[in-house]
């Protein structure tokens, strides 16, 4: 690694922490009663009765929490998602994540009656596992391998067949489609810290197994006859890989809901700042995402006219435009 390249990769990691510290003190201080910092900052530590401490931490620092884990998650599962396809404009939701999680949440409250946060949570995880497998099984039968075209397309057609499933039991009854549009609209407010800690094991396993995964990835990124020659088991790599997605973005969206153009756009950002090696891609994406998912979540407490509008829209809302600018360069930053 050269010099520039490395001194590159420092300043972006110091400007990426700096923005996500000051991304975090304004999702303490704003809201429909602002707060200044050194109010929001006290708060934190100061203990006794005061409209600051129960603004703070009663209302703000959890879902500030929550939007820092999340993001995160979704950031790393982007960017492993997109060096397992070789497709810079790959989404977390290819492998059909999201549409299992989604599916099992909806078939637990329209067919077995269960409403509860907690439930609905293991319900997304064990969606989001089989799904992917499934998945996986699928772009693996015959003789050719899981190849990334294989694995993309199975996820395409599985997400098709779950999302027709979805749309016709949250159809089938009004109360169906009531909770299904909660939660679906992808959101940190009132998720809190129990919710966010019974997933939290899984985001740390599925972290840790990303940071593991990303030599192999780079290697990969050679193409499979080099990568073999080199001792890469390419097939191990692709299923811990697809493992890692699964526990990253199924945990987040069981928490969260469906968040969109993070994990598209961030890993996207990073790379075409730092260069494709997923050893800085990867940890680089999932704070940058975290910082803009705290951010998003903040501009949607004052943008709106009388209530605040949820993070899954604010990201759409502001990641839009940017995927649209990314996408019509002439060229995009290979992997």
Known sequence: MTE???GRRA????????????????????????????????????AGPSDAIDIVRGLRLDRTIVALVVGAALGGAGALMQALTRNPLADPGL???????AAAVVTGFAVFGISGRFSQMWLALVGAAIVSVAVYTIGSRGRAAATPARLALSGAAVSAVLLAYINALALSDQSNYDAMR????????????DTLAA???FIVAGTAL????????NALALGEDAGRSLGLRVGRVRLLTAVAVTLLCGAATAVAG???????????????LIGPDQRAVVPLSMLMASALLVLADTAGRVVGTGREIEAGIM???LGGPVFVALVRRRKLVAL
């Open 210 to 217: 990303a940071l593991i995964v990303t030599p192999g990835l």
């Open 4 to 6: 520039k390249r490395r």
């Open 95 to 101: 492998l059909g994540v999201n549409a299992g999680a």
């Open 315 to 317: 990201t759409a809302v």
């Open 11 to 46: 300043a972006l990691l110091i400007v990426v922490l700096a923005v996500l510290a000051a991304a975090a003190v304004l999702s303490l201080m704003v809201g429909r009663q602002p707060l200044p910092p050194a109010a929001a900052l006290r708060a934190l530590f100061r």
């Open 182 to 193: 909660f939660w679906a609209v992808g959101s940190v407010v009132n998720r809190g810290l």
């Open 199 to 201: 997933a939290l094991p």
């Open 258 to 272: 469906p968040i969109g153009f993070l994990g598209l756009t961030v890993p996207h950002i990073v790379r075409g």
